[in-house]
């Protein structure tokens, strides 16, 4: 790393930078808080599970999650449907709520952090890509697609008594996309990142 310096993001006590071993990671001497990590290859790893989310993703939204069977009568629900009949019972606001963190918001994430970190990974250096990546950081908090799965959940459990519930294609879609945006988090090391983007 070519800083001298980092900050605690803790409690905002300097350090000098070290070098680690790989899979290594420096911790602050206050808080102990982690300061940063070397994880050889998390690039790598961050590019195809980001590739992954974004099939997985495309799979979500494009096939039912849930069909119920009511006698003779059949009714898919996709991530869309949940939204739509909010909007429809005037609940407006809690429609565009459902939408930006369910659909939305983890879309444009996997589609940034590609923008991001795929032209790192074969060294090329598209405009505008620190900006991007800190709008990544930013929209973390706010791609809660495991808080919908949740919901999901519970609705089957209350719906089990009155109808049959098929589990639909885009439900095993949409878990795997959940294990692979915790992989991303897991392996995206932002130090890493903001020095290969620093780097001429």
């Known amino acids: ?43 790598d ?15 979500a939204n494009a096939f039912p999650l849930l069909s119920m069977r009511l006698d003779t009568n059949i009714q898919e629900a996709t991530l869309l449907t949940g939204v739509l009949h909010l909007w429809d019972q005037g609940m407006r606001e809690l429609a565009m709520l ?27 250096r598209p405009p505008g890509m ?12 706010w791609a809660m697609m495991e808080v919908f799965l949740l919901g999901i959940l519970v609705a089957m459990v ?12 885009a439900m095993y879609a949409f878990a795997f996309l959940i294990l692979a945006l915790a992989g991303v988090t897991a392996c995206l090391d932002p130090h890493a990142v903001w020095e290969r983007l620093r780097t001429p």
């Open 45 to 59: 790893r961050v590019v195809a599970l980001t590739l992954a989310g974004l099939i997985l993703f495309c799979v």
């Open 1 to 43: 790393m070519h800083a001298t310096y980092v900050a605690c993001h803790e409690c905002d006590l300097l350090h000098r930078v070290r070098p680690l071993p790989n899979g290594g990671t420096a911790l602050c001497e206050r808080c102990g808080a982690v300061l940063y990590r070397r994880r050889d290859g998390s690039l």
């Open 130 to 141: 620190a900006p991007v990546f800190r709008l990544v950081r930013e929209l973390q908090p």
């Open 98 to 124: 459902v939408l930006l963190t369910s659909v939305a918001l983890p879309g444009l994430k996997l589609v940034l952090l590609l923008y991001v970190t795929l032209p790192l990974r074969l060294g090329l």
């Open 158 to 169: 209350k719906l089990a008594d009155t109808a049959d519930i098929l589990v639909g294609p």
